[in-house]
């Protein structure tokens, strides 16, 4: 399975500010997705990252608000912009290879004040 | 209808037990699928993959996948306190590509 990592791992953030989450893998993968997850609930995918495209994203989730990059077959970038309280969450890295098995990375744990 | 749909839970049993976690799908074109444990503060990790009808056993874990009833499931024989986790399903493949997961089963083992 491959390493993946994620920084930063958490942190707390002012709210009208943007972060930006990297997540670094240790091989090179085919697809990478970039999923929230709230206390309590499911994994909600927010949009898959298309090297040297623009990203693919799920109804509710737009371009504005997460901007994706993934430059490289191991590295992606999610940026959440313009925070509110209600973007608070887990944001989690994922991969695969060829749509099977799924890894994910540790997480980054974010709360907006 | 939601693609992937799990019994919800909570589930609850003795240490010793027998845990039973059973997750249904929508798309019928569905190749494969897989099952994630998710520890309290934790990010998921993969447990079990099937592909074809039948049983497969890895240790204490079977998963089962019933393709014509559009089941499957996974057993966690003698649970230990340390499977207290959320256990979710997941499918991919089939007509609409997606890596879709169910909304997780929490269990709780119990010594």
């Known amino acids: 399975s491959a390493v993946i990592s994620q920084k930063p791992s958490r942190d707390i953030c002012q709210r009208g500010t943007s972060l930006t989450i990297q997540c670094q893998v240790d091989?090179?993968?085919?697809?990478m997705f970039w999923y929230r997850q709230q206390p309590g609930q499911s994994l909600t995918l927010i949009a898959t990252?298309?090297?040297?495209?623009?990203?693919?994203?799920e109804s509710g989730f737009v371009i504005d608000k997460f901007p994706i990059s993934r430059p490289n077959l191991t590295f992606s970038t999610l940026t959440v912009s313009n925070m509110s309280p209600e973007d608070s969450s887990i944001y989690l890295c994922?991969?695969?290879?060829?749509?099977?098995?799924?890894?994910f990375g540790p997480g980054t744990r974010l709360t907006v004040l | 209808q939601k693609e992937v749909e799990q019994n919800s839970g909570p589930l609850s049993v003795p240490e010793g037990a027998i845990a039973s976690l059973n997750c249904t799908y929508s798309?019928?074109?569905?190749?494969?699928f897989f099952w994630y444990r998710q520890y309290s503060g934790k990010s998921p990790e993969l447990i079990m993959s099937?592909?074809?009808?039948g049983d497969k056993e890895d240790g204490r874990f079977t998963a089962q996948l019933n393709k014509a009833s559009q089941y499957v499931s996974l057993l966690i024989r003698d649970s230990q306190p340390s499977d207290s986790a959320t256990y979710l399903c997941?499918?991919?493949?089939?007509?609409?590509?997606?890596?879709?997961f169910g909304k997780g089963t929490l269990l709780t083992v119990n010594p």
């Open positions: 091989s090179q993968v085919t697809m």
């Open positions: 990252a298309n090297q040297g495209s623009e990203a693919t994203y």
């Open positions: 997941k499918n991919s493949g089939g007509s609409n590509y997606k890596l879709t």
């Open positions: 798309d019928r074109g569905s190749q494969s």
């Open positions: 994922s991969v695969s290879q060829g749509g099977n098995e799924q890894f």
């Open positions: 099937i592909y074809s009808n």
